[in-house]
């Protein structure tokens, strides 16, 4: 019977995931994606293809092309994979307290809150691999089964090792995890041995961390790591821009100071989780006074820590926000499930079971007609026309550039790499490291000597992203490419051709 509704749903997510299989995709997933297929083509990730997140996003992204090729399937094979995954986790969690009807009733609300439009939770960016990771560890934290084994204890570390490798603000929910371990750790186990396995899980971590940088090191590329994941985005986590277009300084405890004002701790966005959130809130407040304690302190744990991985980088993306749905699809599972108060009447059992009822037709209201419009209107209502534009072009360029030629754009749109098919001449593809902190000098450097030497046929100029200075990269084309013929309006997008190329129809002088 479990295994029957699993697969329904897990059913369910693949449907509903394919009706978005050809959206506009955003840049955080098309940069991923693009340097996944670079990765296997032979280039080096940091030392040429850059970017600031951990490795294991890209990793992930190369797997996915080796299985299915370049292109949405593969976006759309760990689209899926991840929402299962995490699909599976929730219900082993939320059976943990619930038991059977628990862990269905978290599993029915993963499946209709996991592809939430306003969190952008409809595609694979970085936090559905870190939502896997983190409830499956949750889960085998949740389920005691007499005294715990080291297997259970290196396998949460492990996977709270390689949730941080996706991004390192998983450490956050990791820690306030360990914490309600040492604070209530499992029957039968003392705190001695609670502190014992928190730093086992820690132990794991770091150890993950060394390896890798080892694993870089030996590459002889370990500056270039360091580089990108620690010293920009420390920058990164601790700047911001502000309303007149400049980079403001601000210090990470500052983001968590920013993160009590209700427009960031309950922004609109999470208008469809408020459902879940105030039916696991009702049920935590039940559950931590007439029921076993533990679960109810593990759910506040990775709740304060969720809360914490949402605000370490004081940029308040709307994807952030996805990280607090599977707890909260587990703590209404949770609630759905809730045993009756001693004493009650008869029509009063059935009162958690009704207010679960309500919640999932209450979402279903909300998530049905969305699937009545066409996938870019998904992108519209996240993004604007940027990805509408983006892909368009992308495709536009793929057909007018033959084989083994290339474009290089000055501006930040990935996605005209992914749709195109075509490899960026320089790793250093987009336009923010270049202009703005510690890594915007050696990328601006490298991307000439790459331009120098692989001078792509094209240069695309995306006019949003005017420099407030004369940069390297514009001067360096700016004798050596002509305006496209054609006067066709791109929007804020110009087309430029190196001169004496087959694109170039000018006439001789």
Request: glycine fraction near 10%; proline fraction near 7%; include cysteine.
């Amino acid at each position: 019977m479990v295994v029957v509704v699993l697969g329904a749903l897990a059913l369910l997510i693949a449907l509903a995931r394919l009706h978005t299989y050809h959206e506009p995709l955003e840049r955080d997933i098309t940069s991923a994606a693009v340097i996944g297929r670079e990765l296997l083509d032979g280039r080096s990730l940091y030392a040429d293809m850059w970017d600031h997140k951990p490795p294991a996003i890209y990793v992930t992204h190369a797997l996915a092309i080796l299985l299915v090729g370049q292109g949405p399937g593969a976006i759309y094979l760990l689209n899926v994979a991840a929402a299962v995954a995490t699909l599976l986790g929730v219900y082993v969690a939320a059976s943990a307290v619930g038991g059977f009807a628990g862990g269905l009733w978290g599993a029915v609300f993963w499946t209709l809150v996991s592809g939430d439009v306003w969190l952008q939770a409809n595609q694979p960016n970085a936090e559905v691999f870190l939502n896997a990771c983190i409830v499956w560890a949750f889960a085998l934290l949740l389920h005691a089964g007499g005294r715990p084994r080291l297997w259970r204890v290196l396998a949460m570390g492990g996977l709270f090792a390689l949730a941080s490798l996706y991004k390192p603000i998983a450490v956050a929910p990791a820690a306030l995890l360990a914490l309600a371990h040492i604070v209530a750790p499992w029957p039968g186990c003392s705190r001695r041995r609670a502190l014992a396995d928190a730093l086992l899980i820690g132990g794991i971590g770091a150890a993950a961390w060394l390896a890798t940088g080892a694993y870089f090191a030996a590459r002889g590329h370990f500056t270039d790591f360091y580089q990108a994941v620690f010293t920009y985005n420390h920058f990164y986590s601790s700047h911001y821009w502000s309303d007149n277009d400049t980079v403001r300084s601000q210090s990470v405890l500052a983001n968590l100071l920013n993160s009590v004002p209700p427009d960031e701790l309950f922004p609109k966005i999470l208008s469809l989780a408020t459902t879940l959130a105030v039916v696991a809130v009702v049920g935590t407040v039940r559950g931590a006074i007439s029921g076993p304690r533990r679960p109810w302190l593990l759910l506040i744990g990775l709740g304060i820590g969720t809360h914490l991985a949402v605000a370490l980088p004081g940029q308040w993306h709307p994807h952030y926000y996805q990280l607090w749905l599977p707890l909260l699809a587990v703590g209404a599972g949770w609630a759905g499930a809730a045993p009756p108060a001693p004493g009650a009447r008869r029509l009063l059992r059935w009162a958690p079971s009704a207010v679960a009822l309500a919640a999932v037709i209450l979402l279903l209201a909300q998530q049905v007609p969305l699937y009545q419009v066409p996938p870019e209107a998904w992108s519209r209502l996240k993004y604007g026309e940027a990805f509408v534009m983006e892909q368009k072009l992308g495709r536009e360029l793929g057909v007018l550039l033959a084989p083994g030629e290339t474009f290089y754009e000055w501006g930040a749109e990935t996605g005209l790499y992914f749709e195109s098919r075509h490899s960026p001449p320089s790793g250093a593809f987009y336009v923010f490291p270049l202009v703005e902190g510690p890594a915007a000098s050696p990328l601006t450097m490298r991307a000439v000597a790459d331009l120098d030497r692989r001078s792509p046929t094209m240069f695309v100029v995306n006019l949003s992203f005017r420099p407030r200075t004369r940069h390297p990269i514009l001067d360096w084309a700016e004798g050596r490419y002509v305006a496209m013929a054609g006067g066709v309006d791109r929007g804020t997008y110009v087309l430029l051709v190196r001169r004496g190329s087959r694109l170039d129809v000018t006439p001789a002088r």
